[in-house]
């Protein structure tokens, strides 16, 4: 699977961009997906999660409420819809792709997902 990732920019402190996350290869539909972001100086966390059959999600706590992860399967992509974004929001989010099982499986660990993006760099101003 190839992971393009897109739709970063430089947004004020309580604007919305939205992410995407378009891939390619394997069957889009055999895995479930993941969005990640790294600040600089700190490590890789976890953001958003969605399962291969796009039933279940998972955010992290920073984020819930604020953030959407959405699949579209006739469009091999995955969004990520980010709204009331703050100034600790700024980092280099990536994509990820993770063989998955049928069922609602969602990973919220960095170590199961085979596939990552290039990363696509988000801003916010305070």
């Known amino acids: 699977v190839q992971l393009q990732a897109s739709g970063g920019g430089f947004v004020q402190a309580g604007g919305s961009l939205r992410l995407s996350c378009a891939a390619s290869g394997r069957p889009f539909r055999s895995h479930a997906m993941g969005w990640f972001r790294q600040a600089a100086g700190k490590e890789r966390e976890f953001v958003a999660a969605?399962?291969?059959?796009?039933?279940?999600?998972d955010y992290a706590v920073s984020v819930t409420g604020r953030f959407t992860i959405s699949g579209d399967n006739a469009e091999n992509t995955v969004h990520l819809q980010m709204n009331s974004l703050r100034p600790e929001d700024t980092a280099v989010y990536y994509c990820?792709?993770?063989?998955?099982?049928?069922?609602?499986?969602?990973?919220?660990?960095?170590?199961?997902?085979?596939?990552w993006g290039q990363g696509t760099l988000v801003t916010v101003s305070s």
């Open positions: 990820a792709a993770s063989p998955s099982p049928p069922g609602s499986y969602v990973y919220t660990k960095e170590s199961l997902y085979d596939y």
């Open positions: 969605i399962s291969r059959s796009g039933g279940s999600t």
